[in-house]
């Protein structure tokens, strides 16, 4: 998969099964998934992931088995409607799950939490798990499934490491055998930094991604940069997560990358 100034289309799934949101019918989510997809691909958008959003509040790390199966579910209905990349999260920091979920159902990458360093999040405190995710990856026969990991991870606070910046976490990550990482805002939406996006670039050799904040009035200021873009909140009604996906926002989006290709 290569991801060529590539944007990703985020899919926020309904409340899964055992969550508070739960609304007890699991083909109603799959419908919606499958929805979201279709109108993703009618709008232009080049790869598209899926993510358990509306799952609050998270694990720390360990999720049920019920929702590994069902992100493998979901995605694999995808994977059969929809002809293209696919990759996905599953929050809290599930990085096995993830992986798991995406070889048995074709998924093409995962994007991980807590990769590399450690940072308190929303749900507790987040160690590294680079060892043992690409040990597991090797373990099932995953190799085809990418990982692209969160530095500097939006939602936590990074205290711990403080005298730790962006670029040397990127590095780390690199040596640690990431695919590719994500530079995020501080929290879903919010603006992600140009001049760390440039200082990461310039520092490693793998992809670099952007993972929150952009929308169609600063993608230029991104797509100089950045191998992909990951859009969630700004393609959905009135630019808020929680809302159906907008074609005719990905549209304009869209046509406006292009023109900076």
């Known amino acids: ?84 990349p696919l990759g996905m999260q599953i929050l809290a920091g599930a990085n096995n799950d993830a992986m798991a979920a995406s070889l048995v159902s074709g998924a093409d990458f995962i994007s991980a939490e807590g990769f590399v360093f450690s940072h308190i999040a929303d749900e507790g405190q987040m160690d590294a798990c680079a060892g043992e995710l690409m040990r597991y990856r ?26 730790v910046d962006i670029v040397e976490t990127a590095k780390a990550a690199e040596f640690f055998l990431s695919d590719g990482v994500i530079v995020t805002g501080a929290s879903t939406g919010a603006i992600a930094s140009v001049d760390e996006l440039k200082a990461t670039k310039a ?17 230029d200021q991104y797509l100089a940069y950045a191998d992909a873009i990951i859009v969630g909140s700004h393609f959905k009604e009135g630019g808020f997560w929680r809302n159906p996906v907008s074609e005719k926002i990905v549209k304009r989006f869209m046509e406006k990358v292009a023109s900076l290709r």
């Open 1 to 84: 998969m290569k991801l060529n100034k590539s944007i990703i289309g985020m899919i926020h799934v309904d409340a899964l099964a055992g969550t508070p949101h739960y609304k007890g019918s699991f083909q109603s989510i799959v419908d919606k998934a499958l929805d979201e997809a279709c109108t993703y691909q009618k709008a232009g958008i080049d790869i598209l992931m899926i993510e358990n959003m509306f799952d609050v509040p998270y694990m720390n790390r360990k999720v049920g088995p019920e929702i590994t199966a069902s992100m493998a579910v979901i995605a694999r209905e995808i994977k059969r409607e929809i002809n293209l």
């Open 138 to 163: 090797k373990e099932i026969g995953a190799q085809n499934v990418k990982v692209f990991c969160d530095i500097k991870k939006k939602h936590s606070s990074h205290a711990l490491t403080s005298d």
């Open 203 to 219: 520092a490693v050799k793998i992809p670099v991604l952007i993972g929150s904040g952009v929308t169609l009035d600063n993608v």
